[in-house]
């Protein structure tokens, strides 16, 4: 059973940056396509961004784009996310996940940015 730990959140001010990250358990991380996703109150979990297994990054929401960086090591069972010139609407808890997976997911790492 895969594991996902994310961690790295925060309270930043306005135009400030955040990495997150995210460590999976288990031999399987590195053969697998992953996302990073966020939730906001009161709002359905979205997918934010999402890397291939060979390092591809595929996809971005247009909220994000330019902004956001998402990358990974196979070896270190590791994905991130860099975010610069967070906005207040990027609030939310952030989750990484394999898309359509049905991994189970972690426990999040919450965003706050609020001046």
């Known amino acids: 059973q895969v594991q996902l730990v994310e961690s790295g959140g925060g309270l930043v001010q306005p135009g400030g940056s955040l990495r997150l990250s995210c460590v999976a358990s288990g031999n399987i991380f590195s053969i697998h396509t992953m996302g990073w996703y966020r939730q906001a109150p009161g709002k359905q979990r979205e997918l934010v961004a999402r890397?291939?297994?060979?390092?591809?990054?595929?996809y971005y929401a247009d909220s994000v784009k330019g902004r956001f960086t998402i990358s990974r090591d196979n070896a270190k069972k590791t994905v991130w996310l860099q975010m610069n010139s967070l906005k207040p609407e990027d609030t939310a808890v952030y989750y990484c996940?394999?898309?359509?997976?049905?991994?189970?997911w972690g426990q999040g790492t919450q965003v706050t940015v609020s001046s």
């Open positions: 890397i291939t297994s060979g390092g591809i990054i595929n």
């Open positions: 996940n394999r898309p359509s997976s049905g991994w189970p």
